[in-house]
């Protein structure tokens, strides 16, 4: 199970905060924000990330964290 997470794409830097905020909101629940396309120069696809999640409990929880975070333009849950 996935949690999809696309965030805002004020400017290109930005989206480097953006990340190291949202993990750091993750760390206490062992949850780990992954890029979707490492190594990518396309900003739109590098504001694409991932979180795994065990069940349907942690990913309700990983959007809990994600709602209360600056700079997510999209959250979704994926089986």
């Given at each position: ?21 949202i993990s750091e909101a993750l760390r ?49 849950i994926l089986n």
């Amino acid at each position: 199970m996935q949690v999809s997470v696309l965030l805002a794409l004020p400017n290109p830097r930005a989206i480097f905060g953006y990340e190291g905020a949202i993990s750091e909101a993750l760390r206490p629940t062992g949850l780990q924000l992954i890029t979707r396309h490492p190594g990518t120069q396309d900003v739109r696809l590098g504001s694409e990330y991932f979180i795994s999640v065990p069940d349907q409990a942690a990913a309700d929880e990983a959007v809990a964290i994600l709602r209360a975070q600056p700079g997510i333009e999209k959250i979704e849950i994926l089986n």
